[in-house]
């Protein structure tokens, strides 16, 4: 398969970028891929006719936005992905180990235990933070297009939306960074249907799990230290 170097990074809300994240963005080049930054205003231009985007997108927190448009992304057109953070170094290596063998997805290894995600029941929870070092994080992936792995990953995600759609559509988002019983400054507690990893991370680790000899761990760590907000 030989599919452009090229590199999507999402930002789904009005809000405006943070000066941490703006120099973020600016750093995104280093991967020596082509960056494709998408918002509200070229998204469209990026949804084929035949895969609209589910009807609860425009019920989500950009958050929950962007979990959903990296899946959509590597399903359907495949390449990089990236939330906006430092990156300084070359993807190109790990771009091209991936589309030169017969493994499906490329990451980085997931930093640790704590780092797994929490939320589908204490067994399972419990039975993915031991086997965090098989995983790779949520944050930063090479993906070939249209695989069993983004096939599963897109259809998960789905019927979760389908699940909880008329939810969606009566508890919209109080905030940006909403999550189901959340404490809002008010004192209220959210009733938006999703968890902060349900669509994410809760999804993506047990696949990761499933799929592990067909996932590479070579791709360089982005930098998850500084404060992005």
């Known amino acids: ?14 809000n405006p970028m943070s000066s941490n994240r703006s120099n973020a963005l600016s750093s995104l080049p280093n991967t020596n891929l082509k960056v494709i930054f998408i918002n509200q205003d070229n998204l469209s231009s990026w949804i084929l006719k035949n ?18 448009l990296k899946c959509y992304f590597m399903h359907n057109h495949g390449g990089a992905y990236t939330d906006v953070k430092v990156i300084e170094d070359s993807w190109l290596t790990s771009y091209e180990e991936l589309f030169n063998s017969e493994y499906l997805i490329n990451g980085y290894k997931e930093i640790s235990f704590m780092e797994t995600a929490r939320g589908r029941g204490l067994l399972k929870d419990i039975w ?5 070092y098989r995983l790779i994080g949520c ?10 792995f983004t096939n599963e990953w897109m259809d998960t995600i789905h019927k979760i939306l389908d699940q909880k759609y008329e939810l969606l559509v009566n508890n919209p988002p109080k905030d940006l960074r909403d999550f189901y019983h959340k404490k809002h400054d ?3 507690i959210s009733n938006y249907p999703l968890r902060w990893t349900e669509i994410c991370g809760e999804v993506f680790h047990p696949l990761c799990l499933k799929y592990t000899k ?16």
Do not use: Q, V
């Open 1 to 14: 398969m030989n599919l452009e170097p090229r590199l999507f990074c999402f930002w789904t809300g009005s």
């Open 139 to 148: 944050g930063a992936f090479i993906c070939k297009p249209n695989t069993d």
């Open 51 to 68: 895969a609209p985007l589910h009807p609860a997108y425009e019920y989500l927190t950009p958050i929950d936005r962007g979990d959903y």
């Open 214 to 229: 067909k996932i590479l761990k070579t791709l360089p760590t982005p930098d998850f230290n500084k404060p992005y907000l």
């Open 128 to 132: 993915l933070s031991l086997n965090y």
């Open 186 to 188: 008010d004192g209220s």
